[in-house]
């Protein structure tokens, strides 16, 4: 399974007999291009319902995908589906739909959306394996501002998604917290008011259904993934953490620790402060934050603000060593933004199933499928060669 949140970070996941895979881009940026397979969804009519304000929720009906076997006569009867709901999306300038296109077509058909839920600028996105489709239960969402008065751009807060593969209850949790040197209590109180204020799961069974108001609702479930900006600063002189990544740099080395030991996060959570119970993987690449856009320089404005590990992926589990962390990093090609990415692979223990689960019964976003597997199969003609009409590869 993919799951994709957006600050606009974004932020995948991979599930079932695979790993979890879980990252953070920054917008406009895409996934590796991986290679097809030629399957397509059917052209059954399907529903979409979005509520615009002060919330954007979309969801879709059922549908389904086959093997591509024999359901169309001829590639082009098949391809027509994706084609129109691609103009249909082409003319549409929401961010969010050709963003969730843009990863349909990277992640390939082997992956649907089960889900998306977002507030304002911060957002996540679910794609799962086909074969666990069915075994996933309704999906829950819930956002959480930080400002008192809302806000037009809505930009600070936290989104929340919870569903159950199987016999276990996973929340995914995607935040932008309050920036700016001197607010590491601020920083601490959004985290607070996230947990005290989360109300899911509502129609899926709590695993702490003897929680009292104001505390920790991340115990609600079986497994958390909590990432996004968090904006935690290092609190270590410029210069001096400069001097330091120049060295690893010419090194080609990846001992971090002396940098992020004055790391503001993990200052709160040794203090029990924040994050009580949560984990993260080893840093082992320079601070993310904050380049000068399509350059590898810190930041050269007249703020010069201090390197920092703003972005993080952070999890915690009900049994421990149920998850782990094979591979965290940031993708330093990626320099759209003043953030580099970050990812992470996961490994995740996942329970037997359980009866009386409220399932999703093979819901996905049949557009999102069939716009980008229709921009996959055209952009794959147009690199390699690939013949629309023959649907084999020209290439000898």
């Given at each position: 399974?993919?799951?994709?949140?957006?600050?606009?970070?974004?932020?995948?996941?991979?599930?079932?007999?695979?790993?979890?895979?879980?990252?953070?881009?920054?917008?406009?940026?895409?996934?590796?291009?991986?290679r097809i397979s030629y399957y397509c969804s059917n052209d059954t009519d399907a529903e979409a319902e979005e509520i615009e304000a002060p919330v954007y929720k979309k969801t879709c009906g059922v549908g389904n995908i086959y093997d591509p076997q024999g359901t169309y006569?001829?590639?082009?009867?098949?391809?027509?589906?994706?084609?129109?709901?691609?103009?249909?999306?082409?003319?549409?300038?929401?961010?969010?739909?050709?963003?969730?296109?843009?990863?349909?077509?990277?992640?390939?058909?082997?992956?649907?959306?089960?889900?998306?839920?977002?507030?304002?600028?911060?957002?996540?996105?679910?794609?799962?394996?086909?074969?666990?489709?069915?075994?996933?239960?309704?999906?829950?969402?819930?956002?959480?501002?930080?400002?008192?008065?809302?806000?037009?751009?809505?930009?600070?807060?936290?989104?929340?998604?919870?569903?159950?593969?199987?016999?276990?209850?996973?929340?995914?949790?995607?935040?932008?917290?309050?920036?700016?040197?001197?607010?590491?209590?601020?920083?601490?109180?959004?985290?607070?008011?996230?947990?005290?204020?989360?109300?899911?799961?509502?129609?899926?069974?709590?695993?702490?259904?003897?929680?009292?108001?104001?505390?920790?609702?991340?115990?609600?479930?079986?497994?958390?993934?909590?990432?996004?900006?968090?904006?935690?600063?290092?609190?270590?002189?410029?210069?001096?953490?400069?001097?330091?990544?120049?060295?690893?740099?010419?090194?080609?080395?990846?001992?971090?620790?002396?940098?992020?030991?004055?790391?503001?996060?993990?200052q709160v959570i040794a203090e029990d402060k924040a994050f009580r119970d949560f984990l993260e993987g080893r840093i082992t690449f320079e601070p993310t934050y904050k380049y000068d856009v399509e350059t590898d320089n810190y930041d050269t404005s007249h703020k010069i603000?201090?390197?920092?590990?703003?972005?993080?992926?952070?999890?915690?589990?009900?049994?421990?060593?149920?998850?782990?962390?094979?591979?965290?990093?940031?993708?330093?090609?990626?320099?759209?933004?003043?953030?580099?990415?970050?990812?992470?692979?996961?490994?995740?223990?996942?329970?037997?199933?359980?009866?009386?689960?409220?399932?999703?019964?093979?819901?996905?976003?049949?557009?999102?499928?069939?716009?980008?597997?229709?921009?996959?199969?055209?952009?794959?003609?147009?690199?390699?060669?690939?013949?629309?009409?023959?649907?084999?590869?020209?290439?000898?």
């Open positions: 399974m993919y799951f994709t949140g957006n600050d606009y970070p974004i932020t995948e996941l991979c599930i079932g007999q695979e790993n979890y895979f879980l990252a953070n881009y920054n917008n406009n940026t895409t996934l590796s291009e991986q006569e001829t590639p082009s009867e098949a391809r027509e589906p994706g084609r129109k709901m691609l103009k249909e999306h082409s003319s549409n300038n929401n961010f969010t739909v050709k963003w969730e296109i843009s990863l349909q077509e990277q992640i390939g058909p082997t992956h649907v959306k089960l889900s998306s839920y977002y507030h304002g600028s911060i957002g996540i996105t679910i794609f799962v394996k086909r074969e666990i489709i069915w075994f996933c239960s309704i999906v829950e969402y819930e956002h959480i501002n930080f400002r008192a008065v809302q806000a037009p751009s809505r930009t600070k807060g936290s989104v929340l998604i919870t569903f159950q593969l199987f016999g276990t209850l996973m929340c995914f949790i995607c935040s932008h917290f309050v920036a700016g040197e001197g607010n590491i209590n601020s920083r601490v109180e959004n985290y607070k008011a996230t947990i005290q204020n989360l109300k899911l799961p509502k129609k899926l069974n709590s695993k702490n259904a003897n929680r009292t108001p104001g505390t920790d609702g991340t115990d609600n479930f079986d497994i958390v993934f909590w990432f996004g900006d968090l904006n935690f600063l290092v609190t270590k002189e410029r210069d001096k953490i400069e001097r330091k990544v120049n060295h690893l740099r010419h090194q080609r080395t990846n001992n971090y620790e002396e940098i992020v030991n004055y790391d503001e996060l993990n603000r201090i390197p920092s590990y703003c972005d993080r992926i952070l999890f915690k589990s009900r049994q421990k060593g149920s998850v782990s962390c094979y591979h965290y990093n940031a993708v330093k090609e990626i320099k759209l933004s003043d953030h580099r990415p970050v990812f992470g692979l996961f490994e995740v223990t996942i329970r037997p199933g359980v009866d009386k689960v409220p399932l999703s019964y093979g819901e996905f976003d049949r557009q999102i499928y069939a716009a980008g597997y229709q921009r996959r199969q055209m952009f794959r003609a147009h690199d390699v060669g690939f013949d629309l009409k023959k649907s084999n590869c020209s290439i000898q």
